[in-house]
């Protein structure tokens, strides 16, 4: 891996940043009732994505779960239309139809956001497919959650991916529980990138919380994805601090275990590092926080005032 320059330390710690500023938000417009239905929040995973992020290139794609505002913002689309996404308005990526846990961005090859669990398994190695049929040289990252990991699809995707050698580079946020069981007594074995042994494909663990720990890893395992040896498993063991979705209290775990996490705090983590090698003072990192919130809070405003669909939209993007 490369040496990381200033600049990309302060778009690890913008972006990250950024995603934590926007979930909450998203929060507390969820709890005044703008936003509807499912909600699920990426506190405390920031680094998964971000660091993934930082290896990707131009033209890969991107598939994941209902789990997605954190992903979309790493992936650089305007959180302006994915708040009006959430908030279901017709300047949302999806038109405002998708809602929290659909969103969908084609022209930045981001394929969603899918709300049935581990259903976007076999849609990215499909992507990927697409990749090696066209000889174009770019990989799907397709990321799973832990509670998908027992779920038949997921390995009938291994089998073909391994069987045909495809670009596609599974990405396992194992963030402990699936909805509200823990990991430990959901899943037989310890180690959820093992699956894919059986299939012959090659995989690692990796600590979630540290970013850089994640982008010497996202490096290396996209590379060998890219060179044409097939898929590859991260399993990037990390931990939500939220509930499942906002409807969940999480009374499952302790106060301890959340604080023991929060210890480690992914951003805080950055933000020691930058102080560190002296790439920004206190006040400088201090400035950025203050424009995040201002972005954010213009996405809220920007969402707010965008209208909803149309009647008319009840009729449109259906296959019937």
């Known amino acids: 891996m490369k040496k990381l320059s200033k600049s990309e330390h302060l778009k690890i710690f913008s972006y990250m940043l950024k995603i934590r500023r926007f979930e909450e938000r998203s929060a507390q417009l969820y709890g005044m009732g703008h936003i509807g239905g499912f909600c699920h929040l990426y506190i ?75 259903a976007q398994v076999p849609i990215g190695t499909g992507i990927a497919f697409t990749h090696k049929y066209n000889g174009d040289k770019n990989i799907c990252r397709t990321y799973i959650g832990d509670g998908a990991m027992n779920n038949g699809q997921v390995f009938e995707a291994f089998n073909l991916a391994a069987l045909w050698e495809l670009p596609v580079l599974y990405i396992i946020e194992n963030n402990k529980y699936g909805m509200g069981t823990s990991v430990d007594r959901a899943a037989a074995g310890s180690d959820l990138y093992k699956r894919g042994e059986a299939f012959g494909i090659k995989g690692e663990i990796v600590d979630g919380m540290n970013v850089y720990s994640v982008i010497k890893a996202a490096d290396k395992a996209g590379e060998y994805v890219r060179s044409g040896k097939g898929p590859y498993i991260l399993e990037v063991q990390t931990y939500r601090y939220r509930g499942h979705s906002m409807s969940d209290p999480a009374k499952y775990r302790t106060k301890d275990e959340l604080e023991e996490y929060k210890n480690s705090d992914p951003i805080e983590i950055v933000r020691a590092e930058i102080l560190k090698k002296k790439f920004a003072t206190e006040s400088e990192l201090e400035k950025i926080s203050k424009e995040i919130i201002e972005e954010v809070k213009a996405a809220a405003d920007f969402a707010l005032q965008s209208k909803f669909p149309s009647s008319e939209e009840l009729y449109t993007d259906v296959y019937i």
């Open 44 to 118: 405390g995973q920031e680094a998964v994505v971000v660091g993934v992020l930082m290896t990707i290139h131009k033209n890969d794609s991107v598939v994941t779960t209902y789990r997605d505002h954190g992903h979309m913002i790493a992936r650089g689309l305007d959180p302006k239309k994915i708040m009006a996404e959430l908030t279901g308005r017709a300047d949302g990526y999806s038109a405002g139809k998708g809602g929290s846990m659909h969103m969908f961005s084609k022209e930045n090859n981001f394929y969603g956001g899918h709300g049935i669990v581990g």
